[in-house]
């Protein structure tokens, strides 16, 4: 079913309205057609998923079923492989005689029943289920883990043409090792399985008598296979071709990118990282999904208050707003997500990004390249002769940097950028030692934000937890509420592959510069007195934040103490 289609179906029988309708096709827009009509009304909250599932059953006279409470044979299963299920985002859940029973999000792909009956040989019958429970039922029931157990299973390795580990490199070697196929076929299912569990990062890394492959998936890093140490370099210099980067050259760091299109018109993008160790390059490479990308800024886990004062500064015509953090902990996406806030006709956007992430139509984003002197002081002097009305900076690292983003800030324009900070407060200090003076820090800078990723506890599995009162008092609960205090942790299940958590969740500290602060910066106050003050005027710590996400039950105890320190 067409988009449009689709869309006027909903809106004749009032499920959503006009407006719903041209702002969830604008953002299907904007994400280069990649996302369905549905998805996005069920992400804009314009319709639910189960009444857009009940509304598809009707409309197509197609029975609807909760695949929660279907517990599919594996036999059935094993009729339709891997990658057709995950291009059509279907799955068999039954199967009588001639005829395969299979589960479909959207009723109108005829195509996609046409080859399954081509397939597998059986006649097709449809059953609707909502998208969300078809892609958990898929991660469920297509072992996932096996993946790359598989692979080194089938593996003949004595095939593999292996290089010596010199200094001198034998280039035509090292392509002929990277074109055998057992190599070739242990790097794709690297990078799909990375795809399937969702990780964020890859790293590949060479020891002295080990050779592993790890995965960070919701922020923690997990091994998940040790490849023979002989395809070192096969693996790293397949990896390198496949990044165009030069792989003879192995004293010297190089950045790279990878891009791999998937079913269903998705693309994945890989940024690679290469870097000469004692005992080999050590590779990682950082998933980049736009389809998954969240930029709606009530589903990232700002508490109500933090995320009124974040959008009221955000939408004032000129100042600084400042979002702090340490690597990976989401500074980007709060960056893209008040830039997706902000993207409108009538605004002019230019951003200045190393390296540009994500694609956003509407906005001016520039790739710095340091080795031409195109860095982010170069690029932000000239976004000021475009007549910019937003100006995203990917981060402020000097003073050169900062002052200009300072002295745009008060020169009528809107300034986002990120700083490497410990928290809100400290953010103030750091501009200050870069050289910048108390009266235009306190002038320029509207808001800081500091923020940590958590993991969620996983829904599925999710039960109490018994933590000592006296642990919750440690922790800034206080002593009148620690006794009724209920903690949840997640028990482990094969929906969250047995770790208790499944996503993760922000937790977030944001300090408006408000008056009593701004006087505070410019008499010279430190660090502990910013925040002792910041603290009196009811703004949340990020402990605070995580403590509020614990009550709520949305990440545990442990991820709490993990991700967050204790306030003085």
Same mark, same amino acid.
């Given at each position: 079913?067409?988009?449009?289609?689709?869309?006027?179906?909903?809106?004749?029988?009032?499920?959503?309205?006009?407006?719903?309708?041209?702002?969830?096709?604008?953002?299907?827009?904007?994400?280069?057609?990649?996302?369905?009509?549905?998805?996005?009304?069920?992400?804009?909250?314009?319709?639910?998923?189960?009444?857009?599932?009940?509304?598809?059953?009707?409309?197509?006279?197609?029975?609807?079923?909760?695949?929660?409470?279907?517990?599919?044979?594996?036999?059935?299963?094993?009729?339709?492989?891997?990658?057709?299920?995950?291009?059509?985002?279907?799955? @068999?859940?039954?199967?009588?005689?001639?005829?395969?029973?299979?589960?479909?999000?959207?009723?109108?792909?005829?195509?996609?029943?046409?080859?399954?009956?081509?397939? +597998?040989?059986?006649?097709?019958?449809?059953?609707?289920?909502?998208?969300?429970?078809?892609?958990?039922?898929?991660?469920?029931?297509?072992?996932?883990?096996?993946?790359?157990?598989?692979?080194?299973?089938?593996?003949?390795?004595?095939?593999?043409?292996?290089?010596?580990?010199?200094?001198?490199?034998?280039?035509?070697?090292?392509?002929?090792?990277?074109?055998?196929?057992?190599?070739?076929?242990?790097?794709?299912?690297?990078?799909?399985?990375?795809?399937?569990?969702?990780?964020?990062?890859?790293?590949?890394?060479?020891?002295?008598?080990?050779?592993?492959?790890?995965?960070?998936?919701?922020?923690?890093?997990?091994?998940?296979? %040790?490849? @023979?140490?002989?395809?070192?370099?096969?693996?790293?210099?397949?990896?390198?071709?496949?990044?165009?980067?030069?792989?003879?050259?192995?004293?010297?760091?190089?950045?790279?990118?990878?891009?791999?299109?998937?079913?269903?018109?998705?693309?994945?993008?890989?940024?690679?990282?290469?870097? @000469?160790?004692?005992?080999?390059?050590?590779?990682?490479?950082?998933?980049?999904?736009?389809?998954?990308?969240?930029?709606?800024?009530?589903?990232?886990?700002?508490?109500?208050?933090?995320?009124?004062?974040?959008?009221?500064?955000?939408?004032?015509?000129?100042?600084?707003?400042?979002?702090?953090?340490?690597?990976?902990?989401?500074?980007?996406?709060?960056?893209?997500?008040?830039?997706?806030?902000?993207?409108?006709?009538?605004?002019?956007?230019? +951003?200045?990004?190393?390296?540009?992430?994500?694609?956003?139509?509407?906005?001016? $984003?520039? $790739?710095?390249?340091?080795?031409?002197?195109?860095?982010?002081?170069?690029?932000?002097?000239?976004?000021?002769? $475009?007549?910019?009305?937003?100006? *995203?900076?990917?981060?402020?690292?000097?003073?050169?940097?900062?002052?200009?983003?300072? %002295?745009?800030?008060?020169?009528?324009?809107?300034?986002?950028?990120?700083?490497?900070?410990?928290?809100?407060?400290?953010?103030?200090?750091?501009?200050?030692?870069?050289?910048?003076?108390?009266?235009?820090?306190?002038?320029?800078?509207?808001?800081?934000?500091?923020?940590?990723?958590?993991?969620?506890?996983?829904?599925?599995?999710?039960?109490?937890?018994?933590?000592?009162?006296?642990?919750?008092?440690?922790?800034?609960?206080?002593?009148?509420?620690?006794?009724?205090?209920?903690?949840?942790?997640?028990?482990?299940?094969?929906?969250?592959?047995?770790?208790?958590?499944?996503?993760?969740?922000?937790?977030?500290?944001?300090?408006?510069?408000?008056?009593?602060?701004?006087?505070?910066?410019?008499?010279?106050?430190? +660090?502990?007195?910013?925040?002792?003050?910041? *603290?009196?005027?009811?703004?949340?710590?990020?402990?605070?934040?995580?403590?509020?996400?614990?009550?709520?039950?949305?990440?545990?105890?442990?991820?709490?103490?993990?991700?967050?320190?204790?306030?003085?």
């Amino acid at each position: 079913m067409q988009s449009s289609r689709l869309g006027e179906i909903l809106v004749k029988n009032n499920l959503i309205t006009k407006e719903q309708l041209a702002k969830a096709l604008e953002e299907q827009r904007l994400s280069g057609g990649q996302m369905r009509l549905g998805t996005v009304l069920i992400k804009q909250n314009a319709i639910s998923d189960q009444n857009l599932t009940s509304f598809l059953s009707k409309q197509y006279g197609v029975p609807a079923v909760n695949l929660s409470d279907y517990d599919i044979d594996p036999a059935v299963i094993k009729v339709i492989p891997q990658e057709v299920v995950q291009k059509y985002q279907l799955i @068999p859940v039954n199967r009588a005689g001639a005829t395969l029973i299979v589960a479909v999000s959207d009723p109108s792909n005829l195509f996609a029943i046409e080859d399954i009956k081509f397939m +597998t040989g059986y006649n097709v019958e449809m059953v609707v289920a909502s998208e969300s429970d078809i892609k958990n039922a898929i991660d469920k029931n297509y072992d996932q883990s096996a993946s790359l157990a598989d692979v080194m299973g089938d593996m003949d390795f004595e095939d593999v043409e292996v290089v010596g580990d010199t200094d001198e490199v034998d280039v035509n070697s090292l392509e002929r090792a990277t074109e055998d196929a057992p190599v070739v076929k242990m790097v794709n299912a690297i990078l799909q399985d990375a795809i399937r569990k969702k990780a964020s990062d890859i790293h590949i890394e060479p020891y002295e008598k080990v050779f592993r492959v790890r995965y960070r998936i919701d922020g923690v890093l997990y091994e998940v296979m %040790k490849p @023979p140490l002989k395809l070192k370099n096969a693996i790293t210099s397949r990896i390198k071709i496949m990044s165009e980067l030069d792989i003879a050259e192995r004293r010297l760091p190089q950045d790279g990118r990878i891009k791999i299109k998937l079913g269903g018109g998705k693309d994945m993008d890989f940024r690679v990282s290469v870097l @000469p160790t004692l005992f080999g390059e050590k590779i990682c490479m950082r998933l980049l999904d736009k389809s998954n990308l969240q930029t709606d800024l009530t589903k990232l886990g700002y508490e109500p208050e933090a995320l009124a004062h974040f959008l009221r500064e955000i939408h004032k015509p000129f100042g600084m707003v400042l979002v702090t953090g340490p690597t990976g902990s989401g500074k980007t996406v709060s960056l893209y997500s008040a830039l997706a806030e902000l993207n409108k006709v009538s605004e002019n956007i230019s +951003t200045a990004e190393d390296p540009v992430e994500f694609n956003f139509a509407g906005i001016n $984003q520039v $790739q710095m390249h340091e080795d031409i002197g195109l860095n982010f002081a170069a690029a932000l002097r000239s976004f000021l002769r $475009q007549d910019p009305d937003i100006i *995203m900076i990917g981060e402020i690292r000097d003073f050169e940097t900062a002052e200009i983003a300072t %002295k745009a800030a008060l020169t009528g324009h809107m300034v986002l950028s990120t700083l490497h900070t410990n928290d809100a407060p400290a953010t103030i200090n750091r501009l200050l030692n870069m050289g910048i003076e108390p009266f235009l820090v306190s002038s320029a800078v509207n808001l800081i934000t500091a923020q940590r990723l958590a993991r969620r506890v996983c829904a599925e599995c999710k039960e109490p937890e018994d933590i000592p009162v006296q642990a919750l008092i440690d922790a800034g609960v206080s002593p009148d509420e620690a006794p009724s205090f209920v903690c949840m942790r997640g028990r482990g299940c094969s929906v969250c592959n047995n770790t208790g958590y499944k996503g993760r969740v922000g937790f977030y500290q944001v300090m408006p510069m408000l008056d009593e602060i701004r006087e505070l910066i410019l008499n010279g106050a430190n +660090t502990a007195e910013i925040k002792r003050e910041s *603290m009196r005027l009811g703004i949340k710590t990020m402990r605070q934040s995580g403590l509020t996400k614990l009550k709520e039950g949305v990440t545990s105890f442990e991820e709490v103490l993990r991700v967050t320190v204790a306030d003085d």
